[in-house]
């Protein structure tokens, strides 16, 4: 059974659409500079309801796939109970960076107008650090659980797009999930892969809890929950469409992806015990 409701999911899972103006994003944003110095894919935005949101932009390098895992990413951890940014649709207006001086920010804009995905701005939010900050092994082992399932290589010491905010873990940063999009072929045969690079989790050496967090997460993620997740993603992202793809059967093979690895779990359970054990 369910851990939702198909109402309450739908809430949960809603994603409102938010317009941002060049003229605000101009003037209230401090953090603008830094972030397009070091040549993110997410900058600051600031939308109408004068929260401030990360955009992560279509016209970047992954293109919309890397916003499907962005999606996919933060709406699971969501269901899990993890915390995560509010995440929204963020349509880019006509004029967003018009006026922008650097060719290259020039570029990325104009290749971004229409749907992008953005993320609440944790104002004062700073990175996790593993060596001072000690994570419960509950905690630990959700997250390293969920990183397995949608094999997530972009969670390591070097780069734990975490970061503590009112003394909280929040998760940041899913773009990196879901890597069988990039190739695109014999997802069967992928969603089957144990995901050895769990051994590089930088909270591994805490997750002592993974076969609880494994049957209390299979709970939740129903059969009927993958659905609805999958048919979160806008036609606007699933538009690669090589062949006779369309959006639907590139939706359906998300499902199919999700579906399966999660049937097949101790697949990747199995490997990320296995990696613990050099800690222990
Ligand atoms: N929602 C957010 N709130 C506060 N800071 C953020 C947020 N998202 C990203 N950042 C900051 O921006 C950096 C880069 O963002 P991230 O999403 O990790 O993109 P990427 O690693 O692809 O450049 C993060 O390491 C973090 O310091
Ligand atoms: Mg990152």
Request: hydrophobic share 40%.
């Amino acid at each position: 059974m369910s851990y939702f409701s198909q109402s309450q999911l739908k809430l949960l899972l809603l994603c409102k659409e938010k317009i941002l103006y060049d003229s605000t994003y101009r003037k209230c944003n401090p953090l603008y500079h830094s972030f397009a110095r070091r040549r993110f894919v997410a900058r600051i935005g600031r939308s109408r309801d004068d929260f401030k949101y990360v955009v992560k932009f279509r016209g970047s390098g992954h293109g919309t796939k890397m916003l499907i895992s962005e999606l996919i990413g933060g709406v699971v951890a969501k269901l899990l109970k993890l915390r995560v940014p509010e995440l929204v649709f963020v349509q880019l207006d006509e004029a967003f960076g018009q006026t922008e001086g650097d060719e290259e920010i020039q570029d990325l804009l104009q290749g971004s107008r229409g749907l992008n995905l953005g993320l609440h701005f944790l104002s004062g939010a700073l990175t996790f650090d593993p060596v001072t900050t000690k994570v419960d092994g509950l905690l630990a082992s959700k997250i390293v659980w969920m990183d397995a399932f949608l094999t997530n290589v972009d969670r390591t010491v070097k780069n734990t797009n975490m970061l503590m905010w009112h003394k909280e873990l929040w998760l940041i940063d899913h773009g990196a999930t879901l890597y069988f999009h990039h190739s695109w072929t014999n997802h069967e045969k992928q969603a089957l892969i144990p995901f050895s690079l769990i051994k590089d989790h930088v909270l591994l050496s805490f997750a002592d809890q993974l076969e609880e967090v494994d049957i209390e997460c299979k709970k939740i993620l129903t059969d009927e929950v993958i659905r609805e997740l999958v048919n979160l993603i806008p036609d606007d992202f699933a538009n690669w469409t090589e062949d006779s793809e369309t959006p639907e059967s590139i939706r359906e093979i998300y499902y199919q992806f999700l579906s399966e690895r999660l049937k097949h779990s101790y697949i990747f359970l199995n490997e990320a015990q296995n990696a613990r054990k050099t800690f222990i």
